[in-house]
């Protein structure tokens, strides 16, 4: 990788990193936790990682300490950090899955473990003897002569390896969950320890060759500082990819449901705290909002809904039944298309003026709460269904 893409790629990691960092900032502000604080604090340090290790970075920092290398110090020990913080993620949720009491006993020996890597390394750095031009992407091999250098980065390289074997090893313990958020959470842990590991296992021959004073597996490296990177992406993810999945469906469902909110409200005549959302509000509210835009929009359909229930004719439920009984639907689309169905002809009764003739429907005892949003996401999809359109259409022009 040459220093220009190395300025590119580190970057993005960056800009991804601080992304992960502020959906965490966020989450924060609306309830502490310790793993929360953790990974925050694991995204500061990986952002510092990579920062450093940015090539034009690399060169002001040695610049401005006057110490050519030192900051291969700063980005290993940033390396360290990040990688202390992903262990001890795992900890605290691998006792989590257990059910155990919290392990702090284990947080405080591994932290004084990670605290005397970080010393060694401080200690082995201060006594080489670096000198000559910067080498950002290749200090490793560059320097491999230099006994006090080659115990530096295997101090690094112990670290790295004790902390991303023992995070993989937690995260294995802990995946037995049934929580699958939980589950899904460790497991990405797990393989991206174990393509930061990767780091050591490529650069670790180069290393121990170069000291030798030969060069044929310096590419090696390379290969440690890209396995390092995917690792990193991958501990991005793990952190950060359920809120944003979590976000995208609850984004998706809010706008499926705008033709369901329209039809229900409208038809029903009802007047609703919040205004229809303009074409940005409808796309990208609840990037700020949470879900609380989208169980506004629920709320709102189950009143219009109960609102509408004296106009719903249950004998058209049977003909809808019989219709998809030849269509071979599954029964939850049953269920939607003669929810969809029945809201249409009741909104045509109230709006051609027909008093109310039918008791208030009680609550679908066949919908259980849990899956009462994907229930009227379904209802929502099925209003231009041409079974319904059918049906409603059909009885429209007889009235």
């Not at 590119?8 to 309830?31: D, P, Q």
């Not at 500082?225 to 976000?247: D, E, H, I, R, Y």
């Not at 809904?305 to 249950?314: F, K, V």
């Amino acid at each position: 990788m040459s220093e220009s893409s190395a300025n590119v790629v580190y970057l993005v990691v960056v800009l991804i990193g601080c992304s992960s960092a502020a959906v965490k900032v966020a989450a924060l502000r609306r309830g502490f936790t310790v793993s929360l604080v953790v990974m925050i604090s694991c995204h500061v340090a990986g952002i510092g990682a990579f920062v450093g290790a940015t090539p034009f970075v690399y060169r002001a920092i040695d610049s401005a300490t006057g110490r050519p290398g030192f900051a291969t110090l700063v980005v290993y020990s940033c390396i360290i950090l990040f990688s202390a913080h992903a262990h001890l993620l795992a900890v605290l949720w691998a006792a989590e899955v257990r059910g155990g009491p919290s392990p702090r006993l284990r947080v405080t020996v591994h932290a004084v473990c990670y605290a005397a890597i970080l010393a060694a390394m401080a200690v082995t750095f201060l006594r080489a003897h670096v000198t000559g031009p910067e080498h950002p992407l290749t200090f490793n091999v560059s320097y491999a002569g230099d006994a006090e250098v080659v115990a530096f980065l295997t101090v690094f390289m112990v670290g790295l390896s004790y902390s991303m074997l023992s995070a993989a090893w937690e995260c294995r313990q802990g995946s037995r969950t049934e929580n699958e958020r939980l589950r899904k959470g460790l497991r990405d842990i797990g393989t991206a320890s174990l393509f930061i590991f990767g780091y050591v296992v490529f650069s670790g021959p180069s290393l121990a060759l170069a000291a030798t004073g030969n060069h044929a597996l310096d590419q090696l490296t390379q290969l440690g500082a890209l396995s390092g990177t995917v690792g990193a992406f991958v501990l991005n993810w793990g952190f950060s990819g359920p809120v944003l999945q979590t976000w995208w469906r609850d984004r998706r469902d809010y706008r499926r449901l705008r033709p369901l909110w329209d039809t229900a409200v409208e038809g029903a005549g009802r007047t609703v705290a919040l205004a229809p959302p303009g074409r940005m509000v409808e796309r990208w509210s609840l990037l700020s909002a949470g879900a609380w835009l989208l169980v506004r929009r629920l709320a709102d359909i189950c009143d219009a809904e109960r609102a509408l229930s004296p106009w719903m004719d249950p004998g058209l439920a049977g003909e809808v039944e019989r219709a998809a009984d030849t269509a071979r639907a599954a029964p939850e689309e049953v269920r939607a298309l003669t929810a969809a169905a029945m809201l249409l002809d009741a909104v045509d009764r109230r709006e051609r003026g027909e008093p109310p003739a039918y008791s208030v429907l009680p609550r679908h005892t066949d919908v259980a709460p849990h899956s009462e949003r994907a229930h009227l996401v379904r209802v929502a999809r099925s209003l231009d269904h041409p079974l319904v359109r059918d049906l409603v259409g059909r009885r429209t022009a007889t009235a």
